[in-house]
């Protein structure tokens, strides 16, 4: 999974109403008839929320008769906590950041260019000037 993929899956959960229909969907499966009077909000909502979890491949669906049942994707769940550990496409940049060490521009006095202490007074001071 890359870095895109995994940004779009935590899009699709920065919503509190898709948050909350998947903790139902860890409980049991349920259809949108079922999900509807839990958030007092229409059908067509409901449906829309699901789609976005669908999208990133969070909840399944399960066709029984005419009814489509959603289920949680624990085989996904599984794959995002081992895209997460380690994440991808940042160890180049994080070896990089650790290798070079702090900036010189970002820990120096402007006028001396010495080495300053770095405190939120120090970056009130260096505001100011």
């Not at 829309?48 to 399960?62: F, G, P, Q, S, W």
């Not at 940042?90 to 900036?103: C, F, I, N, T």
Request: with cysteine.
């Amino acid at each position: 999974m890359d870095i895109r993929e995994l940004a779009d899956v935590f899009k699709a959960l920065g919503d509190p109403t898709r948050l909350q229909i998947l903790a139902l969907l860890n409980v049991r499966d349920c259809c949108v008839c079922e999900l509807v009077p839990l958030f007092g909000i229409s059908q067509p909502a409901v449906s829309k929320h699901l789609a976005r979890l669908r999208a990133a491949r969070l909840v399944r669906e399960n066709r029984r008769g005419q009814w489509v049942f959603y289920a949680l994707n624990r085989e996904r769940l599984k794959e995002i906590l081992a895209a997460i550990d380690p994440l991808p496409d940042l160890d180049g940049p994080l070896k990089e950041l650790a290798d070079r060490g702090p900036a010189p521009m970002c820990s120096a006095e402007p006028a001396t260019g010495t080495p300053a202490a770095v405190t939120p007074t120090a970056v009130i001071k260096r505001e100011v000037r």
